[in-house]
T-cell receptor, first 108, second 115 residues
Framework: TQLLEQSPQFLSIQEGENLTVYCNSS?????LQWYRQEPGEGPVLLVT?????EVKKLKRLTFQFGDARKDSSLHITAAQPGDTGLYLC????????FGKGTLLTVNP | DSGVTQTPKHLITATGQRVTLRCSPRSGDLSVYWYQQSLDQGLQFLIQYYNGEERAKGNILERFSAQQFPDLHSELNLSSLELGDSALYFC??????????????FGEGSRLTVL
């Protein structure tokens, strides 16, 4: 059983479209992190959310932490080919645990 | 460039063999983490060291072992290799004082192929 469930597993869209990916758990986390991993590279941190209900914006990316601190979402506005990558959410219970990720492909 | 260096980048070996993966953390980071990434399991935590001591252990097989040296570099040893051990192995470091609260900086990974 995966501690952090991410959906969808795969997402292929056209440039300019909006999208939302989700990260859900039955556990409560003190914080959740989102990473992006590009082919041939390691994951890179995008954001950390720490307060239930918190919304953080990073240019065209909007991250939300659920009120109960069990889930999070990532919304991308007007996606660009450069957004292509594997989006991973991660939370700490004892160690940093990752979901399996959403593989996003943005086609020009 | 994350500042974390992993070698080798690619490794091909046969079943039953033993390999060593090496990681140099970012300058000043005391914590080193090892993760295994495969298509079916995703990114799985193996083990964490903090300033030379084991701090947390995940789903690391008994055939695998790791250590962190006084200069803070770390090695992951994989022995009696099986086909299923083929994966990307990532090292990450952080400035955390043992508990994970901040950002992990990942290396580019070592891709292990067991034939």
């Amino acid at each position: 059983t995966q501690l952090l469930e991410q959906s969808p597993q795969f997402l292929s869209i056209q440039e300019g479209e909006n999208l939302t990916v989700y990260c859900n758990s039955s556990s409560v986390f003190s914080s959740l992190q989102w990473y992006r991993q590009e082919p041939g590279e390691g994951p890179v941190l995008l954001v950390t959310v720490v307060t239930g209900g918190e919304v953080k914006k990073l240019k065209r990316l909007t991250f939300q932490f659920g009120d109960a601190r069990k889930d999070s979402s990532l919304h991308i506005t007007a996606a660009q080919p450069g957004d292509t990558g594997l989006y991973l959410c991660a939370g700490v219970l004892i160690e940093l645990t990752f979901g399996k990720g959403t593989l996003l492909t943005v086609n020009p | 460039d994350s500042g974390v260096t992993q070698t080798p980048k690619h490794l091909i070996t046969a079943t039953g063999q033993r390999v060593t993966l090496r990681c140099s953390p970012r300058s000043g980071d005391l914590s080193v983490y090892w993760y295994q990434q495969s298509l079916d399991q995703g990114l799985q935590f193996l083990i964490q060291y903090y300033n030379g001591e084991e701090r947390a252990k995940g789903n690391i097989l008994e055939r695998f072992s790791a250590q962190q040296f006084p200069d803070l570099h770390s090695e992951l040893n994989l022995s009696s290799l099986e086909l299923g051990d083929s994966a990307l192995y990532f090292c990450a470091s952080s400035a955390d004082s043992g508990g994970v609260t901040g950002e992990l900086f990942f290396g580019e990974g070592s891709r292990l192929t067991v034939l």
